[in-house]
């Protein structure tokens, strides 16, 4: 008998040993002459458990984790004898981690190998292509309008409406560019999902190409993510051998290719227009707009532009999921959002889940609180841009709309935790010192702005007028807030006064402490 042992290479389980265990994992059983089949994977997102081995057995996979190469040993033992261990974390189908989640993106991340079309394809990958390839633009662009899908880079701009302008725009080319920078802190689904399941982007990509008319697309990927870029390189060569992209796509008359650019890592480069001027070999520096990329993009062409999670969607939708997508979640915010626990929590990691799911739920419940062990303080949702929720909040659900009404943002989806032991006024400037450093320098209010707000927090930190000083910040914040041109400068508000709101004693004099500590 061969034991097929699923072990992943996502950079997170990399990062805790997951190539030490297999090695170990691989000398043991040789050693033993036990016979192995070692697969590498991409994470299921339980990252406090990884690495996490799976076995298959009759009745499905069965997980262990965190495993660690002194425990390779016994585990084998257990997985031999389908025994008892104390890394045994039983079906990894039934985990309640995982159980509680709707993976309509991130259903193969962790179970297939990412560099494996025929695995891709075993488990219902292309069939988004294949009933795309039957079907009218017009038709594809209503699947997507119907489903609700809106994108998940930040903004929430439904991605049929997008598609729709493209396609109607005339042009001799047209591109379509996936924005896979993913600067925002506490992020990572971008990320895992290129070293998970990096067909089912490209596969999204080529049915927006078709919908829209364009036959070339670019993955514009952050340096700091080698691993991810390997993944992707190795599927679009696999997608190109096999006729899923070059010329001619399934032998129909569509033709769509795709290659990878590398940021050089700027945080402004996540933002459309800025990420086009990348693209084009130029400096990263915001665009004016109109003209919308959809209208006038990459090379002056109509261009889509769309987040790795928004295309990842794609497929599921049109292999005939458009009406099951809209049926989940709340309000404007269909369908399911891959949401990242970061920062201080004790279960951090991906969990896809439909809109309308309370922060605190997540939070508590899914998180199981923080690390540390310390109370919950605060919360950033949606990236360094994002505002800081106090407990008193936790009742948001997790939808576009209801964030806004409390002056917060989904973004991306990430959520950072911080326990009691932080000091907000800390983070406030954290915020606008990031501002001042990522600033692309286009526009007065954040290139000057952010560095006058930096100084504004450092006299309020020092006790210097705080009343008046404060008064400063604010009008600063509306200033950035209303005279920015791009959500860089005008979201840096919403840390800076969400922190300032809801926490308001930690902008007098530094909190004793903190003094100490300084
Ligand atoms: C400063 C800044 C950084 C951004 N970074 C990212 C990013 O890393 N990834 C992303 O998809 N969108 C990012 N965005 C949003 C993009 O400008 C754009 O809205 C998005 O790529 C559109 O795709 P979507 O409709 O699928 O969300 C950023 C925006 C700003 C203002
Ligand atoms: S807000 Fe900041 S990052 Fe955005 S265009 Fe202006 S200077 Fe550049």
């Known amino acids: 008998m061969t034991l097929r042992i699923f072990i992943p290479r996502d950079a997170g389980a990399l990062a805790v040993g997951a190539d030490e265990v297999t090695e170990a994992l691989v000398n043991v059983a040789a050693s033993r002459g ?109 699947d997507v309008t119907t489903s609700g899908l809106r994108g998940r880079g930040g903004a929430g701009f439904p991605t049929g409406i997008k598609w729709k302008t493209v396609a109607a725009t005339d042009a001799d080319r047209k591109f379509i560019v996936c924005n896979a920078d993913e600067g925002d802190s506490g992020t990572f689904a971008d990320r895992m999902l290129f070293e998970g399941d990096p067909f089912v982007v490209i596969e999204g990509m080529t049915i927006a190409g078709i919908a829209v008319g364009a036959t070339k697309g670019y993955i514009y ?75 006038k993009g990459l090379f002056g062409k109509p261009t889509v532009i769309n987040n790795v999670l928004s295309f990842a969607a794609i497929p599921f939708i049109l292999a005939g999921g458009a009406q099951a997508y809209a049926d989940c979640g709340m309000g404007r915010s269909r369908g399911t959002m891959p949401i990242q626990l970061a920062g201080n929590i004790k279960h951090g990691g991906l969990f896809e889940v439909a809109f309308g799911i309370t922060l605190g739920e997540l939070v508590d419940e899914v998180g199981g609180g923080t690390l540390s062990g310390r109370p919950v303080r605060a919360v950033q949702v949606g990236g360094p841009l994002g505002a800081y929720f106090p407990r008193e909040l936790f009742d948001t659900p997790f939808d576009y709309e209801a964030f806004a009404k409390r002056d917060g943002l989904i973004g991306h989806g990430g959520i950072v935790v911080f326990d009691d032991s932080v000091d907000m006024s800390k983070q406030a400037r954290f915020a606008m010192e990031f501002c001042a450093v990522e600033s692309c320098g286009k526009c007065t209010p954040c290139r000057i702005g952010s560095t006058r707000g930096v100084e504004t927090i450092d006299r309020i930190r020092k006790g210097e007028r705080v009343a008046e000083n404060t008064a400063v910040l604010e009008d600063l914040c509306h200033t950035l807030k209303f005279g920015s041109l791009c959500a860089l400068g005008g979201f840096t508000s919403y840390p800076v006064m969400s922190a300032l709101k809801h926490f308001p004693e930690d902008f007098g004099a530094a909190p004793p402490r903190l003094q100490a500590a300084e």
């Open 34 to 142: 036990i016979a192995i089949d070692t697969v590498r994977t991409g994470s299921r997102g339980l990252y406090w458990l990884e690495p996490m081995l799976e076995v298959a057995t009759a009745q499905g996979r069965v997980a262990f984790g965190p495993v660690t190469e002194d425990d390779v040993g016994s585990v084998l033992d257990a997985m031999l004898a389908d025994a008892a261990h104390p890394l045994r974390l039983g079906l990894t189908e039934e985990i309640p981690w995982l159980k509680r989640q709707t993976r309509l993106s991130f259903g193969r991340c962790g179970v297939i190998d990412p560099s494996s079309l025929d695995d891709y394809r075993a488990h219902d990958g292309y069939k988004g292509l294949a009933r795309a390839l039957t079907l009218t633009p017009d038709a594809i662009i209503a």
């Open 221 to 295: 990927i952050r340096s700091e993510y080698p691993h991810a870029i390997a993944a992707t390189n190795i599927a679009i060569a696999a997608a190109q051998r096999a006729g899923f992209l070059g010329a001619n796509i399934c032998g129909t008359a569509h033709s769509f290719d795709l290659e990878v650019r590398v940021g050089a890592g700027a945080y402004v480069c996540g933002e459309e227009t800025a990420l086009l001027e990348s693209i084009e070999g130029r400096r990263g520096i915001v665009r004016a707009k109109p003209p919308l990329p959809a209208h």
